[in-house]
Nanobody, 124 residues
Framework: QLQLVESGGGLVQPGGSLRLSCAVS????????IGWLRQAPGKEREAVSCINNSGVTINYPASVKGRFTISRVNAKNTVYLQMNSLKPEDTAIYYC?????????????????WGQGTQVTVSS
């Protein structure tokens, strides 16, 4: 059974860093695409970053480029999101999700399986 479990969220000051983890079970990471998406209060869920089955990565919002990095360790079946230079506007629940395709997508609707989410709060 496919399962995704996120961890690593928390409270951090502006300018700080966090690394989120997504432990995946039920399939190997080189089969499908896995994305990190976030949802802030009162806003729609948005894709932040994605890594496809071949390991090609993409960041979607211009606001995170140069600050967020997605990576994976196949031996651990885990996907990570390293977030640096965090800003208050990065505050959201962060989800990892699977798209059953070789290709990533910017649309949250294209992701089929979701983890429970982890809260990230950036505040002084």
């Amino acid at each position: 059974q496919l399962q995704l479990v996120e961890s690593g969220g928390g409270l951090v000051q502006p300018g700080g860093s966090l690394r989120l983890s997504c432990a995946v079970s039920g399939f190997a990471l080189n089969v499908y695409s896995i994305g990190w998406l976030r949802q802030a209060p009162g806003k729609e869920r948005e894709a932040v970053s994605c890594i496809n089955n071949s390991g090609v990565t993409i960041n979607y919002p211009a606001s995170v480029k140069g600050r967020f990095t997605i990576s994976r360790v196949n031996a651990k079946n885990t996907v990570y999101l390293q977030m640096n230079s965090l800003k208050p506007e990065d505050t959201a629940i962060y989800y990892c999700a699977v798209r059953t395709s070789y290709y990533c997508s910017v649309s949250a609707r294209d992701y089929t399986y979701w983890g429970q989410g982890t809260q990230v709060t950036v505040s002084s």
